[in-house]
């Protein structure tokens, strides 16, 4: 009964082994491509001679096992497909090149960002030669902040390969670029490239974009001050570009970003609007066909108008079954639905698979599906306020439940008062998503529009200041929680048996339980023993900023440049996951280590002999070299490269991310020529000592 009402999840536990296959063990270049087809059709052969043959019943399980290898195949053709075209061996040189926006520009602090498509020449592109994609970054000015999807460029600059991870356990953001087929960046200042006019690939996308800018003008002209804007331009239209960080950090701390990220939430709000404007269209069978094909027209240029995320993706293709599941009035399993437009997504696009929007959008929703309905029955209320809020809670109970393992494992935290938050942010935003949307239709009258805009500003301004007061609770989150990827497997086994066990009450289920317990218990106090052994030295790459840390234990010493002592948060993209891994909060006051001794220029950690070199560094001439073991240099340092080596002597010289190219490079002659170790932190990523 299970396996008969949801196919696609026979389907889906096949297909996706296959992408694992391909991403973990996959050979690179044509040939893996053509042995895949080789396998995809052995299996459908296969397939088709157990499933046809004289002994299919006799042996039925063959069919079984040669279905799941069928789509197993696919997993691995499908994928192999995402990346025919290597790019790995072109040079970077600079060159002139054909290029055209194929996302829409992202406007940061500083550059415009976008996904480019690029062709060595006009006429290239004329032969319909296949472009390569690269992340171009453009130099903030008016004209880059003009840009749109579809903009034609005349570029002039070097195709850069990606950079990996410069920082221990940081983000991997080639890898990141590598799941879209992107291998390579650009950088161009504004006199490095000309506009040709607007030739965009998808007119339905651009059509979609153009709009979505339109509305962000008119949701501006309401009247919103900054903050209010970033949020309704975030809620309305997915466009979270105007986030500052102090409040994007505010609704992290409040567990409120998933209102931010258009997903099924909004799409939802969406469908139960036109559905009732559209309720007069029910009269009859020709009329209710209309209805559902304007419903899913709406519902898609909306998806298409906020960015197609993959949460918005997946929302827009439930309610798509939803519709036409009302037209032939036939009951539809949610979970089948579910798994159903999952299948669909990765069959695209498999590396989709590996994107965490995507990811916890389906656990939030395979969470509410399965767990709401048992949570929300556990109490019972007379009461109608405190049956909504106990529904409201358990919907985020649910949610959370499901999200919590990958929220962890991707963010290392845990906000405490999300259940709290929920009970506001789920009613406010659905009251900022409807009037913003009344807003943006009646824009055009006058008085009303002072009145929605009014409203619009009002909703905006209570939810930023509750969100805001959430950090002035006692223990408003979790940090520095650390959940490697077996990890994650092991809890998701241990809720998913829990959630049986409690709500089924299957005792069986109490030894499985127990033992995963345990695993969890064991990995856990081997983490604490290890952090307890540890002890290291870590020179950080931060772009022209200078940051060290000494670890011994649990404790830390941090050295920094001015700016970062002020505010480390300024860089807890680069360290934030490493200081979760080893179990440290960076300490930036007078030393608490027990084997540290810091002395002007000069550390003595452990056995280890360091010397600073900086623009305030005093060196004190001695008889003979001084003996070292790590020479760390940062920002402009006072002394030559050539005077260094002729008053010290030392296994290795470090230079970090403030020090500029030109130094580096005196550095790197002097170090080469006295047989010295030399270790630049922009080319060799973050220097570690005794720390993994």
Known sequence: MFWSRRPAIRILIWYIPGILAWKYLGFPGGWSTNLNVGISVMALLFYLITMLGPLRHAYRWMTGVAFGLLFFSLGLLISSFQSIRNEAGLVPENKVFLARLISDPSIGKNVISAELEIWDSIDDRKKDIKPIQIQGYFEKCKQSEAFRYGELLLVNGALMPVAGPSNPEE???????????????????????????????????????????????????????NEEFAVASAILLGNDDFMEANLRQNF????????????GLHVGIIFIIFNFLFSFLNKNKYLKYLKAF???????????????????????????????????????????????????????????LFHIGFQLSYAAVAGILLMYQPLYRMLYFKNKMADAIWSLTALSLAAQIATFPLAVHYFHFFPSWF????????????????????????????????????????????LNYLVDMVKYLPYPGITNLYLPSYEVI?????????????????????????????????????????????????????????????????????????????????????????????????????????????DSAYILFKDQRIMLINERSDFIPTNQKLTLD?????????????????????KVIITDGSVPAYWKKKFALVAKSNN?????????GAFTFGID
């Open 294 to 352: 304007l419903l899913i027209v709406l519902i898609w240029m909306y998806a298409s108008i906020t960015g197609l995320s993959p949460s918005v993706q997946r929302a827009g293709l439930m309610v798509s079954f939803f519709i036409f599941s009302q037209l032939t009035s036939q009951h539809k399993d949610n979970i089948n639905t579910l798994v159903f437009s999952a299948l669909i997504l990765l069959l695209i696009n498999p590396m989709l």
């Open 630 to 650: 790590i020479v760390v240099v940062s920002g402009k340092p006072v002394i030559k490269p050539d005077d260094l080596v002729e008053i010290i002597q030392t």
């Open 490 to 598: 092991f809890v998701y086994l241990l809720v998913v048996f829990l959630a049986v066990f409690i709500f089924e009450k299957k005792w069986k289920l109490v030894l499985p339980i127990l033992m995963i317990s345990s695993i969890l218990l064991g990995i856990e106090t081997m983490h604490h023993l290890n952090h307890l052994k540890q002890q290291g030295l870590i020179v950080y790459h931060i772009r022209k900023q200078s940051l060290i840390q000494f670890i011994e234990g649990n404790q830390n010493q941090v050295i920094a440049d001015s700016i970062l002592l002020n505010d480390l948060s300024l860089v807890n993209f680069s360290i934030q996951s490493s200081q979760a891994k080893w179990g440290q909060t960076p300490h930036t006051g007078n030393s608490n280590l027990t084997g540290y001794y810091h």
């Open 419 to 462: 259940w709290l938050t929920n009970l506001f942010t789920y009613p406010l935003s659905f009251a900022i998503l409807t009037g913003g949307m009344a807003f943006m239709m009646f824009s055009w009258i006058p008085y009303l529009s002072v009145a929605l805009g009014w409203l619009l500003s009002g909703m905006i301004y209570l």
């Open 676 to 684: 010295i170790r030399f270790h630049d932190t922009a080319k060799d």
């Open 171 to 225: 983000f991997d953001y080639r890898n990141f670029l590598s799941m879209k087929n992107i291998h390579y960046t650009m950088y161009l200042k504004s006199e490095n490239w000309d506009s040709l006019g607007m030739d965009p690939p998808n007119k339905w996308m651009a059509l979609a974009y153009q709009s979505r800018w339109k509305l962000l003008s008119v949701v501006k002209s309401s009247g919103l001050n």
């Open 252 to 263: 992290v701390y409040a567990g409120a970003m998933h209102i931010l990220c258009v997903s």
